[in-house]
Nanobody
Framework: QVQLVESGGGLVQAGGSLRLSCAAS????????MGWFRQAPGKEREFVAG????????AYADSVKGRFTISRDNVNNMVYLQMNSLKPEDTAVYYC??????????????????WGQGTQVTVSS
């Protein structure tokens, strides 16, 4: 079992920044691909960013490229999402997820095995 707990969400004005954290426990996550997803009210969950086990490969949704950065600290079992130049359309609940058997960085949520409870990000205009 892997437990994932997100933190760092909140209310921010457009153009501002937030850093989300995902703390993993139960297993070391160094061999797992990790992803961030988000779900806005009335919309489907969507992939935001992903990172391979050692951090050498990254993937981003087109909507966040150049503004968001995913990173990880395998020593401390942490994954981060630095979000800059935030826009109102970034408002959503953000989820951290772990893919225990990654062949690549999956963008489909069904490929991920464990999920956190989510953290709310609200961007005001």
């Amino acid at each position: 079992q892997v437990q994932l707990v997100e933190s760092g969400g909140g209310l921010v004005q457009a153009g501002g920044s937030l850093r989300l954290s995902c703390a993993a426990s139960g297993r070391t996550i160094g061999s797992y691909a990790m992803g961030w997803f988000r779900q806005a009210p009335g919309k489907e969950r969507e992939f935001v960013a992903g990172i391979s086990g050692r951090g050498g490969r990254l993937a981003y949704a087109d909507s966040v490229k150049g503004r968001f950065t995913i990173s990880r600290d395998n020593v401390n079992n942490m994954v981060y999402l630095q979000m800059n130049s935030l826009k109102p359309e970034d408002t959503a609940v953000y989820y951290c997820a772990a893919d225990l058997f990654p062949l690549s960085i999956a963008t489909a949520g069904d490929e991920y095995d464990y999920w956190g409870q989510g953290t709310q990000v609200t961007v005001s205009s």
